[in-house]
């Protein structure tokens, strides 16, 4: 009883309270690290190292066996538990879990969304992003993203639309995206690689081996993450909730998801958009090469649902309790609901 009092504590909001909304009440919580290697790093000369400001130096010796690669989980298991198996979420590039907590501008984000639908959750940062290992052996140099880039990469307006003066920033009609909080959102973007996908989806496939089966919830760059595990490990991943993948798994080896159920979730301006456009159309054929070997794909264009002004950042946008909805039925008709 002190447990769960303590994580009610800990869980329920003041701003979840304040809306009327019961309690997140959880059987446990808690973080792990799967993945990694162990690589060796020689012939580097001994240093001498001040640690803290008019401290006593140290030498410091380089050589050694160092882990690296290795990838941070959380996970918070509910008290009344509803959805049949785990749901994982994978955040897409420059990105960490935080992707899916609480919203830029203060409101719960899809994290508390399943929580309270009766999901045991589980939200990691990709190996070399936030709480998971980072190693200066990477090839290749950092990715940054300047601070206007996300607002026309991901929709938020159209090319063009980005200002230094707010004042004159413009938007896609309608947007859902609450730009009041755009600065905010900035402070989640982390450097990226492009060379690191092979080891970012052998931490996903550790993490994959150690909690499920499971349904895997994907965005944007994990997309093509999802996919690639769910190839690797077809019996633990029994479904795929993929939100505007940014790249797929490979062609060769559609018919290993022929089982598993999966929908792919657009917001607005995806199809006219002269990057995205290009991005989902070879989703839609990797899609329909999945299709031709037996698979069950779903593909949901918010709009032709009736729900409109979405960005790329789908579970950051005003009305994203309204697509969490969408999933939430399709996964009770695929029978992952109790």
């Known amino acids: 009883m002190r447990m769960v009092l ?14 009327g909304k019961e309690p997140i009440l959880l059987r446990d919580m808690g973080s792990f690290h799967v993945g990694g290697r162990h690589i060796e790093v020689k012939g580097q000369p001994v ?6 400001p008019g401290g006593v130096p140290a030498k410091v010796d380089p050589n050694g066996v160092y882990q690296v690669e290795q990838m941070y989980a959380q ?4 008290q009344n538990r509803k959805g049949k198996l785990p749901l994982l979420m994978w955040h897409g590039g420059g990105l960490t879990g935080v992707t899916y907590e609480t919203k830029p ?6 994290l508390n969304y399943f929580l309270r639908h009766g999901w045991d959750t589980y939200i990691s940062d990709a190996m070399e992003r936030g709480r998971s290992g980072w190693t200066d052996k990477f090839k290749g140099d950092p990715v940054f993203l300047p601070l206007g880039d996300p607002w026309e990469r991901f929709r938020v307006g159209p090319i063009g639309s980005w200002n230094d003066d707010k004042g004159k920033r413009t938007t896609y009609p309608g947007v859902q995206f609450p730009i009041d909080a755009y600065e905010q959102f900035m402070k989640q973007g982390v450097p990226r690689w492009v060379t690191t996908d092979e080891q970012i ?19 944007s760059q994990a997309g093509s993450f999802g996919f690639k595990v769910a190839e690797a490990r077809p019996d633990k991943v029994k479904a795929l909730i993929a939100v505007e993948p940014s790249a797929t798994g490979a062609m060769e080896k559609v018919a290993a998801l ?16 002269p990057r995205w456009g ?4 070879n989703v839609v054929n990797y899609l329909g ?19 409109r002004g979405n960005t790329h950042m789908v579970m950051m946008d005003k009305n994203s309790d309204a697509v969490a909805d969408v999933m939430q039925k399709w996964l009770a008709g695929k029978g992952f609901v109790d």
């Not at 996970?75 to 509910?78: A, D, H, M, Q």
């Not at 089982?259 to 958009?273: F, W």
Request: proline content about 5%.
């Open 278 to 281: 290009k991005i989902r159309q």
């Open 258 to 273: 022929k089982d598993i159920p999966m929908v792919v979730i657009y917001g607005d301006n995806a199809k006219e958009h």
């Open 289 to 307: 090469a999945i299709k031709e070997a037996g698979g069950k794909v779903d593909v949901i264009d918010l709009p032709d649902v009736g729900i």
């Open 201 to 219: 989806v052998a931490a996903y496939i550790e993490l994959v081996d150690k909690v499920c089966p499971c349904v895997v919830l994907v965005h």
């Open 47 to 52: 240093k001498e190292i001040v640690f803290t």
């Open 105 to 110: 501008d203060g409101n719960p984000g899809w």
């Open 75 to 78: 996970y918070f298991l509910v």
């Open 6 to 19: 303590t994580l009610m504590a800990t869980l329920a909001a003041s701003s979840a309270l304040a809306q």
